[in-house]
């Protein structure tokens, strides 16, 4: 059974940094992509950031040049870099795994305060 944990959620002042972490049970390789999805209150859940199983990278345009995504493959960890956060980016973050289906984390809270 797949299973998602995520890590690394919090208070940070806007300008901040945070690193996400999401440790998969199973292969990362098993998946076409690996994603960040984020859902503020009243808001659709949205995709951050994604990498496939071969390394490409995709990012919303609100987060380009802010945050990256990364994985460490050995120990089957997606990481999410983020910095220079601001308070538009306080939301409840998502790690996906994605192939024929979509498996999610339970999610983190991030607070980005003005």
């Known amino acids: 059974q797949v299973q998602l944990v995520e890590s690394g959620g919090g208070l940070v002042q806007a300008g901040g940094s945070l690193r996400l972490s999401c440790t998969a049970s199973v292969n990362i390789f098993s998946f076409l992509f690996m994603g960040w999805y984020r859902q503020a209150p009243g808001n659709q859940r949205e995709l951050v950031a994604h990498i496939s199983n071969r390394g490409a990278t995709n990012y919303t345009d609100s987060v380009k040049g802010r945050f990256t995504i990364a994985r460490d493959t050995a120990k089957n960890i997606v990481y999410l870099e983020m910095n220079s956060l601001k308070p538009e980016d306080t939301a409840v973050y998502y790690c996906?795994?994605?192939?024929?289906?979509?498996?999610w984390g339970q999610g983190t809270q991030v607070t980005v305060s003005s």
């Open positions: 996906a795994a994605i192939s024929y289906k979509t498996y």
